[in-house]
């Protein structure tokens, strides 16, 4: 599985960012997929889930109401538009199978072998 991640960039609280990930080598409709981040010294959480159509999504709280994840089965690729960025926000975003299954099963990333390449989100002033 080949997982990019692009569209990070530095940007100032309050700002947004809108980031994309390519998935290849996989049956992309056959999974919900996520978005994790992992902050410097800090471990890799996962905050937002969508399942295999899109209709269905899950939020922590502490994104919810200011990120927002969707999917295009067409193109393989999973978003996240994120608004009202804060600093505590700034880390490396990656995406990735939620799990084994195509709905969020809140396994977060506990099958992933391979993390591939992440985007650095950056926010301050």
């Known amino acids: 599985v080949q997982l990019v991640g692009s569209g990070g960039d530095l940007v100032q609280p309050g700002g947004s960012l809108n980031l994309s990930c390519t998935v290849s080598a996989l049956t992309f409709d056959d999974f919900a997929m996520a978005w994790f981040r992992q902050a410097p010294g800090r471990g890799r959480e996962g905050f937002a889930c969508v399942n295999w159509n899109g209709r269905s999504v899950y939020y922590v709280d502490s994104v919810k109401g200011r990120f927002t994840i969707s999917r295009d089965n067409s193109k393989n690729t999973v978003y996240l538009q994120m608004n009202s960025l804060k600093p505590e926000d700034t880390a490396m975003y990656y995406c990735?199978?939620?799990?084994?299954?195509?709905?969020?099963?809140?396994?977060?990333?506990?099958?992933?072998?391979?993390w591939g390449q992440g985007t650095q989100v950056t926010v301050s002033s």
């Open positions: 990735a199978p939620e799990g084994l299954r195509p709905h969020c099963s809140g396994a977060w990333g506990k099958y992933v072998e391979h």
